[in-house]
């Protein structure tokens, strides 16, 4: 038997952005590559292994791409480190961060009976399972989605469709 978890995990050692061709002002958001890569693994592997170690039907819920606050510190789509500390019981050491779109979504979770009653049933995750950020002249980044630039859009939109197949025969 695959688990959910095994499956989730090892999509996401797979996704190499690298290949995707992005306009040059665009970079790719992948949590599990760069400085705190390792950590952000651990964090991922405690969240996955302790809510989709099974094989379960799972109802499928997609948002649009993950951002750098939620799914960029800690590789869960909805996900900050606030809430993977305080509400699903994953330790994030000294990563902090707040993720508006986090703190709805848990919301929902905690409406629905809580984290183990809704990943029981859901698997949430995004269209695109990468998010971006748009580099300013300046170097700030900020979030951006895929959609907000049509050459960002054809880029990715291969990689989106194969990524929504996979989903689709889980």
Not at 148 to 170: G, Y
């Amino acid at each position: 038997m695959t688990t959910w978890a095994q499956r989730i995990l090892e999509a996401n050692e797979g996704f190499d952005p690298q290949s995707w061709n992005l306009p040059p002002d665009v970079r790719a958001l992948n949590p599990f590559e760069g400085s705190e890569s390792d950590r952000i693994r651990s964090i991922n592997e405690a969240f996955y292994r302790k809510f989709y170690n099974d094989d379960n039907p799972r109802k499928l819920i997609l948002g649009i791409n993950p951002g750098r606050l939620g799914a960029g510190a800690t590789g869960v789509p909805f996900t900050d480190t606030k809430r993977m500390e305080a509400i699903c019981g994953i330790d994030t050491g000294d990563l902090r961060t707040h993720e508006p779109s986090s703190v709805f979504v848990y919301e929902v979770i905690e409406a629905f009976g809580g984290p183990k009653a809704f990943y029981d049933q859901l698997f949430i995750h995004s269209v695109c399972p990468l998010g971006f950020v748009k580099v300013k002249p300046n170097g700030s980044e900020v979030n951006y989605n895929y959609y907000d630039d049509k050459i960002l859009e054809q880029a990715v939109l291969p990689n989106i469709t194969d990524w929504l197949h996979r989903l689709a025969q889980w």
